[in-house]
Nanobody, 122 residues
Framework: QVQLVESGGGLVQTGGSLRLSCVPSVSIFRFRSMGWYRQAPGNQRELVAS???????NYADYVKGRFAISRDHTKNAVLLQMNSLKPEDTAVYYC????????????????WGQGTQVTVSS
């Protein structure tokens, strides 16, 4: 069973920065896609950013120019650098990872981490 461990959340003031890290229990080369989602109280979980193996990043409009997702192969991690944070970025951030559909451990929707809280104060 694949496990994803997130870290890097916390409390920051408006305009500040945080960097989230997601480390899987297997090599990140195993995943065709990795991404970050977030869920604020009362809201549905939404995509923040994703990146495919060998592909370009994909961002939600509300984080373009502020957030950057990357795959760090030396650390076996997917990172989310968050700059110019706003109070509306406050949410629990979840890491998601998908293996190819022909892999024996493929599951629809991919694997999820436990989430890390990001709180931006005004």
């Amino acid at each position: 069973q694949v496990q994803l461990v997130e870290s890097g959340g916390g409390l920051v003031q408006t305009g500040g920065s945080l960097r989230l890290s997601c480390v899987p229990s297997v090599s990140i080369f195993r995943f065709r896609s990795m991404g970050w989602y977030r869920q604020a109280p009362g809201n549905q979980r939404e995509l923040v950013a994703s990146i495919r193996l060998g592909g370009s990043p994909n961002y939600a409009d509300y984080v373009k120019g502020r957030f950057a997702i990357s795959r760090d192969h030396t650390k076996n991690a997917v990172l989310l650098q968050m700059n110019s944070l706003k109070p509306e970025d406050t949410a629990v951030y979840y890491c998601n990872a998908e293996v190819p559909t022909d892999y024996s451990d493929y599951i629809p929707g991919g694997y999820w981490g436990q989430g890390t809280q990001v709180t931006v104060s005004s």
